[in-house]
């Protein structure tokens, strides 16, 4: 059970790293307001954190 917690949690890890890298080649700023650069960072961070937790979800649901 606890193999299974700490797989979970570096599949959280690995996916948000993923979507965060993926996310990152799109130009926010065209979007965006450039005057604020630090929202649209905190954007960037929340979608992938978004994408991160379904693609997860996705691999934990397959690997059970």
Request: charged share 10%; hydrophobic share 60%; glycine share 4%.
């Amino acid at each position: 059970m606890n193999l299974y917690k700490i797989l979970s949690v570096f599949i959280y890890l690995f996916s948000f790293a993923f979507a965060f890298i993926g996310l990152s080649s799109i130009q926010f700023e065209k979007f965006c307001n450039v005057k604020k650069p630090v929202q649209v960072q905190i954007l960037l961070f929340a979608l992938s954190m978004g994408l991160g937790y379904f693609i997860a979800q996705f691999l934990v649901m397959f690997i059970m």
